[in-house]
Protein backbone atom coordinates (compact mmCIF):
# COMPACT_ATOMS: atom_id res chain seq x y z
CA UNK A 1 0.00 0.00 0.00
CA UNK A 2 1.21 3.85 -1.10
CA UNK A 3 2.10 5.26 2.34
CA UNK A 4 2.67 9.23 1.76
CA UNK A 5 5.63 10.90 3.01
CA UNK A 6 5.71 11.99 6.94
CA UNK A 7 4.17 15.34 6.85
CA UNK A 8 1.78 17.29 9.35
CA UNK A 9 -1.73 17.43 7.86
CA UNK A 10 -4.52 18.79 10.09
CA UNK A 11 -7.75 17.17 10.38
CA UNK A 12 -10.89 17.90 12.27
CA UNK A 13 -12.07 15.44 14.91
CA UNK A 14 -14.50 13.91 12.62
CA UNK A 15 -13.55 13.71 8.74
CA UNK A 16 -15.21 11.75 6.17
CA UNK A 17 -12.18 9.05 4.75
CA UNK A 18 -12.47 6.49 1.86
CA UNK A 19 -11.49 2.73 2.08
CA UNK A 20 -10.48 1.81 -1.40
CA UNK A 21 -9.12 -1.50 -0.50
CA UNK A 22 -12.81 -2.29 0.42
CA UNK A 23 -14.40 -0.42 -2.40
CA UNK A 24 -15.77 2.22 0.62
CA UNK A 25 -15.40 5.69 -1.47
CA UNK A 26 -16.89 7.53 1.58
CA UNK A 27 -17.28 6.72 5.80
CA UNK A 28 -17.66 9.14 8.20
CA UNK A 29 -14.74 8.42 11.07
CA UNK A 30 -13.95 10.18 14.37
CA UNK A 31 -10.37 11.07 14.97
CA UNK A 32 -9.56 9.92 18.30
CA UNK A 33 -6.23 10.22 20.11
CA UNK A 34 -7.67 8.71 23.02
CA UNK A 35 -8.07 5.53 21.08
CA UNK A 36 -4.79 3.47 20.43
CA UNK A 37 -5.92 1.46 17.62
CA UNK A 38 -8.59 1.98 14.57
CA UNK A 39 -11.94 0.46 14.51
CA UNK A 40 -14.63 -0.15 11.75
CA UNK A 41 -18.27 -1.30 12.46
CA UNK A 42 -18.34 -4.86 10.76
CA UNK A 43 -21.17 -7.54 10.79
CA UNK A 44 -21.67 -10.94 9.32
CA UNK A 45 -17.73 -11.54 10.55
CA UNK A 46 -16.66 -14.84 9.60
CA UNK A 47 -13.18 -16.31 10.05
CA UNK A 48 -11.60 -19.12 7.21
CA UNK A 49 -8.77 -20.36 6.16
CA UNK A 50 -7.31 -19.72 2.78
CA UNK A 51 -4.33 -22.06 1.44
CA UNK A 52 -3.38 -21.66 5.11
CA UNK A 53 -3.97 -18.20 5.37
CA UNK A 54 -6.63 -17.30 8.44
CA UNK A 55 -8.58 -15.17 6.20
CA UNK A 56 -12.10 -13.05 7.96
CA UNK A 57 -15.28 -11.86 5.60
CA UNK A 58 -17.20 -9.03 6.83
CA UNK A 59 -19.68 -7.11 5.63
CA UNK A 60 -19.55 -3.03 6.22
CA UNK A 61 -22.31 -0.53 6.00
CA UNK A 62 -20.70 2.67 5.31
CA UNK A 63 -23.52 4.80 6.16
CA UNK A 64 -25.20 5.34 9.27
CA UNK A 65 -29.01 4.42 10.18
CA UNK A 66 -28.98 2.58 6.83
CA UNK A 67 -27.78 -0.72 5.34
CA UNK A 68 -27.24 1.25 1.92
CA UNK A 69 -24.18 -0.04 -0.12
CA UNK A 70 -23.50 -2.50 1.83
CA UNK A 71 -20.10 -4.22 0.82
CA UNK A 72 -19.06 -7.58 2.09
CA UNK A 73 -14.96 -7.42 2.21
CA UNK A 74 -12.34 -10.74 2.67
CA UNK A 75 -8.84 -9.41 4.35
CA UNK A 76 -6.63 -11.55 6.20
CA UNK A 77 -6.29 -11.84 9.45
CA UNK A 78 -3.36 -9.41 10.88
CA UNK A 79 -3.57 -10.13 14.37
CA UNK A 80 -5.86 -10.47 17.56
CA UNK A 81 -6.19 -7.98 20.60
CA UNK A 82 -7.95 -7.56 23.75
CA UNK A 83 -9.49 -4.03 23.58
CA UNK A 84 -11.19 -2.02 26.13
CA UNK A 85 -14.27 0.46 25.32
CA UNK A 86 -14.48 3.82 26.55
CA UNK A 87 -17.48 1.72 29.06
CA UNK A 88 -14.63 -0.34 30.19
CA UNK A 89 -15.77 -3.45 28.64
CA UNK A 90 -12.85 -5.63 27.18
CA UNK A 91 -13.39 -8.14 24.36
CA UNK A 92 -10.99 -9.47 22.12
CA UNK A 93 -11.14 -8.15 18.24
CA UNK A 94 -9.42 -9.34 14.92
CA UNK A 95 -7.50 -7.01 13.77
CA UNK A 96 -6.65 -6.48 10.19
CA UNK A 97 -4.87 -3.74 7.99
CA UNK A 98 -6.45 -1.53 5.85
CA UNK A 99 -5.60 1.48 3.66
CA UNK A 100 -7.13 4.57 4.49
CA UNK A 101 -7.52 7.94 3.09
CA UNK A 102 -7.71 10.69 5.22
CA UNK A 103 -7.63 14.51 3.63
CA UNK A 104 -6.15 12.87 0.45
CA UNK A 105 -3.72 11.23 2.25
CA UNK A 106 -3.05 7.05 1.90
CA UNK A 107 -2.01 5.20 5.29
CA UNK A 108 -1.95 1.91 5.99
CA UNK A 109 -3.47 0.86 8.89
CA UNK A 110 -4.39 -0.94 11.59
CA UNK A 111 -8.40 -2.02 12.38
CA UNK A 112 -10.31 -3.49 14.27
CA UNK A 113 -13.43 -5.21 13.29
CA UNK A 114 -16.60 -4.81 15.87
CA UNK A 115 -20.06 -3.87 16.20
CA UNK A 116 -20.66 0.10 16.50
CA UNK A 117 -24.58 -0.24 15.66
CA UNK A 118 -24.51 1.89 18.65
CA UNK A 119 -22.16 4.23 18.15
CA UNK A 120 -22.28 8.00 16.30
CA UNK A 121 -19.32 6.82 13.39
CA UNK A 122 -18.92 3.63 11.58
CA UNK A 123 -15.26 4.43 12.26
CA UNK A 124 -12.88 5.40 14.67
CA UNK A 125 -9.22 6.35 13.80
CA UNK A 126 -6.93 5.97 16.62
CA UNK A 127 -3.67 7.53 17.88
CA UNK A 128 -1.52 4.80 15.95
CA UNK A 129 -2.33 5.81 12.70
CA UNK A 130 -2.61 9.27 13.26
CA UNK A 131 0.86 9.72 14.66
CA UNK A 132 1.88 9.16 10.89
CA UNK A 133 1.62 13.06 10.74
CA UNK A 134 -1.95 14.30 11.57
CA UNK A 135 -2.84 16.60 13.63
CA UNK A 136 -6.11 17.01 15.45
CA UNK A 137 -8.03 20.18 15.76
CA UNK A 138 -10.69 19.32 18.31
CA UNK A 139 -12.47 22.26 17.72
CA UNK A 140 -13.00 21.70 13.94
CA UNK A 141 -14.71 19.12 11.64
CA UNK A 142 -14.38 18.06 8.56
CA UNK A 143 -11.53 19.99 6.86
CA UNK A 144 -10.85 17.69 3.95
CA UNK A 145 -14.66 18.12 3.00
CA UNK A 146 -18.12 16.49 3.85
CA UNK A 147 -18.85 13.18 1.16
CA UNK A 148 -21.20 14.65 -1.96
CA UNK A 149 -24.90 14.58 -1.53
CA UNK A 150 -25.07 13.00 -4.71
CA UNK A 151 -22.86 10.17 -4.34
CA UNK A 152 -24.50 9.62 -0.84
CA UNK A 153 -27.76 9.12 -2.96
CA UNK A 154 -26.25 7.67 -6.31
CA UNK A 155 -24.56 4.45 -5.04
CA UNK A 156 -27.85 3.06 -3.50
CA UNK A 157 -28.57 -0.48 -4.64
CA UNK A 158 -24.70 -2.06 -4.93
CA UNK A 159 -24.97 -5.35 -2.55
CA UNK A 160 -21.63 -6.77 -2.70
CA UNK A 161 -17.93 -6.63 -3.11
CA UNK A 162 -15.33 -8.72 -2.39
CA UNK A 163 -11.57 -8.10 -1.98
CA UNK A 164 -9.24 -10.95 -1.55
CA UNK A 165 -5.73 -9.43 -0.92
CA UNK A 166 -4.23 -12.74 -0.09
CA UNK A 167 -3.35 -13.17 -3.84
Known sequence: MNETPHS????GWREW????????????????TGARTSSLHAFDVEEAQHDGTSMVRFGIHPWQDTGDDA???ELPIHDRRKVRSSSGHTEERIVVLMEVVLRGRAITAEVTLTNRDEMGFRMLIGREALRRGFIVDAAR???GGRA???IRRRNRGRT???VDRSK
Open 71 to 73: VVV
Open 8 to 11: NTIV
Open 17 to 32: VSLPDAGVPWIKAKLD
Open 160 to 162: VRV
Open 148 to 150: PRR
Open 141 to 143: SFL
